[in-house]
């Protein structure tokens, strides 16, 4: 059973950059695929990326393509989120999680569907305000 951890939210002006980790607990998380997701209360979990393991492709939704890049710290067994111009509308509370076995090692083919993943971490709080 594979676990996450995300960490690397916080505070942050308009414009500014945050880079996010998930760091794979248990597991090595360069073997799985990893999606990102985020949430604002009242609202449903949307996807934000994805990354591949056993073919490496990265996958990016509309409101953040540009601007947030996915990657991998495997020194540090982790998942990185680099947020960069961010917006008071990327507020919210970020999300990693897995696909769901027996296909772990790749991003699901809809990777925004938060039904393909299971291992969510806690999330890290994430707000973007002046």
């Known amino acids: 059973q594979a676990h996450v951890v995300e960490s690397g939210g916080g505070l942050e002006q308009p414009g500014g950059s945050l880079r996010l980790s998930c760091t794979g607990s248990?597991?090595?998380?360069?073997?799985?695929?990893v999606g990102w997701f985020r949430q604002v209360p009242g609202k449903e979990r949307e996807g934000v990326s994805c990354?591949?393991?056993?073919?490496?492709?990265?996958y990016y939704s509309d409101s953040v393509k540009g601007r947030f890049t996915i990657g991998r710290d495997i020194a540090n067994n982790a998942v990185t989120l680099q947020m960069n111009s961010l917006k008071p509308e990327d507020t919210a509370l970020y999300y990693c999680?897995?696909?769901?076995?027996?296909?772990?090692?790749?991003?699901?083919?809809?990777?925004?569907?938060?039904?393909?993943?299971?291992?969510w971490g806690q999330g890290t709080q994430v707000t973007v305000s002046s």
């Open positions: 999680a897995v696909p769901l076995n027996p296909n772990y090692g790749s991003c699901p083919k809809n990777f925004r569907n938060a039904g393909e993943y299971d291992a």
């Open positions: 248990g597991v090595s998380l360069e073997r799985y695929a």
């Open positions: 990354i591949g393991a056993t073919d490496g492709n990265t």
